[in-house]
């Protein structure tokens, strides 16, 4: 499967713990994203990369949350203290970037809930 | 602030008929135009884009029309089918980058 894989599917923690994520883009994208959707509405941007280098923040992203991408292929997502409004569906996409007309391609996404 | 806007979160269409999907952008800076189909507990997935410079692009059943100067655009799909229903999200960037996103249309066709 070549595509953009998510892990975990599923995560339900309490409220004050720490939460990882983890995305493998597509191989050969150099582009990587973090979006969040909650229920009625369309993903909300949080951050990207290009290659290991962390292009664009969110106002959304707090400072309870981290991403990284060490050596420009796989990312991690991070939410410390996790507080019941952090219950969403994330989602990691890929793309190649180009001149023109950027295609992201999405993963499955993790849905976590906070309870 | 909602720069792509989808105003209509449902849509019901019986199959065989044309289901239009209708967005609204204000951003004039938007240069590139996606719409994505999504299952539930499922990741978007792409479905057709066009390009600024065009005002139309079709594949297969699935035509999207563009029209700059009332910053809207549609999507429709024609014979619709039951498998066609999804949440339909309509998106935009500036050529590169990150992608706005609309609330998403709920499409159901029926048998």
């Known amino acids: 499967d070549t595509g953009v894989s998510q892990d975990p599917r599923h995560k339900i923690t309490k409220r004050g713990q720490n939460v990882t994520f983890r995305c493998d883009p597509i191989?050969?994208?150099?582009?990587l994203y973090w979006y969040r959707q909650t229920l009625g509405q369309g993903p909300e941007f949080l951050t990207y990369f290009q290659n290991e280098a962390q292009l664009e923040k969110s106002r959304l992203l707090s400072d309870r949350f981290s991403a990284e991408r060490p050596k420009g292929s796989f990312s991690t997502l991070e939410i410390q203290r996790t507080e019941q409004g952090d219950s969403a569906m994330y989602l990691c996409?890929?793309?190649?970037?180009?001149?023109?007309?950027?295609?992201?391609?999405f993963g499955s996404g993790t849905q976590l809930s906070v309870l | 602030d909602q720069q792509v806007k989808q105003n209509s979160p449902s849509l019901s269409v019986q199959e065989g008929r044309i289901s239009i999907l209708n967005c609204d952008y204000t951003n004039s800076m938007f240069d590139y135009f996606l719409w994505y189909k999504k299952y539930p507990a499922e990741g978007p997935t792409f479905l057709i884009s066009?390009?600024?410079?065009?005002d139309k692009n079709e594949d297969g059943r699935f035509t999207v029309f563009l029209n700059k100067s009332a910053k809207h655009l549609s999507l429709h799909i024609v014979p619709s089918q039951p498998g066609d229903s999804a949440v339909y999200f309509c998106a935009a960037n500036k050529a590169v980058g990150r992608l706005y996103f609309g609330r998403g249309t709920q499409l159901t066709v029926w048998p």
């Open positions: 191989s050969e994208h150099n582009r």
């Open positions: 996409a890929s793309s190649l970037s180009l001149d023109r007309g950027e295609k992201l391609f």
């Open positions: 066009i390009s600024s410079i065009k």
